[in-house]
């Protein structure tokens, strides 16, 4: 399919390659691509001029309004703060009048301090904060790397966000445990008075299947879990007690007609970049479960533009992988809203992407639950 000059508004940066936790589902760490370890460990300045310059150059050609920076790792806060400070400056400097910049970072809570905290309020940083549940769900996956679990740090980082003021604008991103009691992370996530959550579908493929869905072909042992946590959220949606839930938000905007940034759903283009620490321009980074240098394109921002590197196979592919679906995807009576799920969950060895997603009875069912949620929702009216 061909598609006319791609965008790119969203920059994940990986300002460091290296981390302080060693979460046994790690696509960075613990799966076949080992390249992090020939990357430098922290990104440096000239890279981060190069990546402004060239994100100037594209917001120029393309006439962009908006554009998002997400700092992201391996963990993020090992890099020195001085990294943020100099950072956001130079964009503000070199951006700001042209067009409106979003920060954001995504840690695993552990070094938060009220130093963090000081500097997110004054760079405007909005911060996402990695806990998959209780104590026993967090640090079954969630460990350091002399395999103690990050559970505790992690509360006092969240109590620390919370002491500054920050909560109402940080989010909170768990990966689904089916192990795990959903009314129960649901009331987890609730008491602990952060208002944004997500909840994550694990990053796995067909050579690679999770859990629940390893034996049997019909399971939908996620769309059940999903489906518990958002007849809660539904009823406590309807008290205005509820925290946000993107999941459920997004898939509700989408069945009614509107657009969403998310990439795992619907059928528009995805405009998310990779930088890595070494200037490396790359597709979505959980690509990487795919393969050894899987995501590698050859492209570095000291040397490429944006549009070349969108223009890369991978990148075209991710960019596009909501409109280029499989023979399944098209017949498919939720494809508007499920977009055939997200590419990294599309993959095997044997077929590449031309698949439907490994979550696809899952997806359809619990696409087809809100679906009728809402209809009922809307003939009470
Ligand atoms: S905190 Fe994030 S980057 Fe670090 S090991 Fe865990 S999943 Fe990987
Ligand atoms: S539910 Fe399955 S078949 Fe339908 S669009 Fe999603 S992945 Fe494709």
Redesign the pocket.
Known sequence: MFIENPICSVLILKVASR?????T??????FEDKSYMQQPKFMNYDTVKATIAKVKDHCLRNNLQKFYFVFH???PLLIDRKFYFDFVALANEQLGGLVKIFYSL???GVLLSNEWCSLFKKLNIRVGI?LDGPQYIHDKH?IDHAGKGSYNDVIKGITTLKNNGLAAISSLLCVINIESNPEEIYEFFKSHGIKKVDFLYPDLNYDCLPEGLKNEDDATPYADWLIKVFDLWLRDERNATSPSIRRFLNAAMLILGQHTMADDMGLEENNVLVIETDGGIEAVDSLKICGDRFTKANMNINTNTIDQALDSPLALLYYKSHKDLCATCQQCDVKDVCGGGHIVHRYSKKNGFDNPSIYCQDLKKFYNHIKNSLSNILADV
């Open positions: 981390c302080n936790l060693n979460c589902y790690c696509y960075m760490y613990n790792g391996g963990e995504q840690t695993n990695s969630r």
